[in-house]
């Protein structure tokens, strides 16, 4: 990454500040939302290395809000462990593929999560199948995670189905989100695809990251947070189409 331009700072502002406000409305989006948005003007590589410190800071405070973080840990364990196995080998992806097909799978994986939220009838995982699916889940939200630098599919929905409260699936949505962006840094690392120039960048996004998550919370007193979510799914899906679509230079 060359040296950031006044237009390159103030695109990563706009991106973490608005991204950020997505994720105080909904408790998630963040990583989502700047990912596809820089992977626009940057290859996926570079855009996921920029999301590590703003999606680190954000999800260690949702997970700290709440009193069932420990409880959580022992349930999702060995789901969280698959994530960081698969992640770091998965982040090869990130690094050898042409940065035209990982833009593209980037925006299909915009696409499938968006279309699966706005039109997938609700699903109940009983709790006696969760050793089954949980290390399944980790494993293929890993691979996702390293080939795109988006941590939801299919670890969101696999968590909305597995009878969680809301506070419980906030905090449980913070430590999936928390543990795959440890997981895809130390696989940027690994693979040498991280750069202090990387970093410098990454910590200044923390600031409209933080900014956009309080204008969140006082957006999400003002408006239903169902229509909310549907506009920021049909945008997910349109952000994805100009991602599968575009021919990355």
């Known amino acids: 990454m060359h040296t950031p331009t006044i237009g390159l700072i103030v695109l990563l ?9 997505v994720k105080g409305v909904t408790g998630m989006g963040l990583p989502t939302v700047a990912t596809g948005l820089l992977g626009v003007v940057m290859s996926p590589l570079t855009a996921a290395a920029i999301l ?30 698959c994530i960081v196995i698969s992640t770091v080998l998965g982040t090869r992806l990130l690094v050898v593929v042409d940065p035209v097909l990982s833009s593209r799978a980037l925006g299909i994986a915009l696409i499938a999560y968006a279309a699966y939220a706005l039109f997938s009838p609700t699903v109940s995982i009983p709790k006696r199948l969760e050793p089954w699916f949980s290390p399944i889940v980790g494993v293929v939200s890993g691979v996702v995670t390293g080939a795109t630098g988006v941590f939801v599919i299919p670890a969101v929905p696999y968590l909305q189905s597995i009878g969680l409260q809301k506070d419980e699936l906030v905090q449980a949505l913070g430590l999936s989100f928390t543990v795959s962006t440890i997981a895809l840094a ?31 919370s006082i957006v999400r007193q003002r408006i239903s947070p169902k229509t909310f979510r549907r506009c920021f ?15 990355f230079s």
Do not use: C, Y
Request: aromatic residues 10%; glycine residues 12%.
């Open 13 to 21: 502002f706009a991106t973490f500040l608005g991204a950020g406000v």
């Open 52 to 81: 590590i410190i703003p999606s680190f800071v954000t999800n260690v405070w949702q997970i700290l809000v709440g009193p069932d973080k420990f409880r959580l840990m022992r349930r999702l364990w060995l789901m969280m462990l």
């Open 186 to 216: 130390g696989g940027l690392l690994a693979h040498g695809a991280f750069r202090l120039d990387q970093l410098g960048v990454s910590v200044l996004s923390v600031i409209p990251a933080l900014a956009g998550m309080w204008l969140g």
């Open 233 to 247: 799914l049909l945008i997910l899906i349109v952000l994805g189409l100009e991602l599968t679509l575009h021919l």
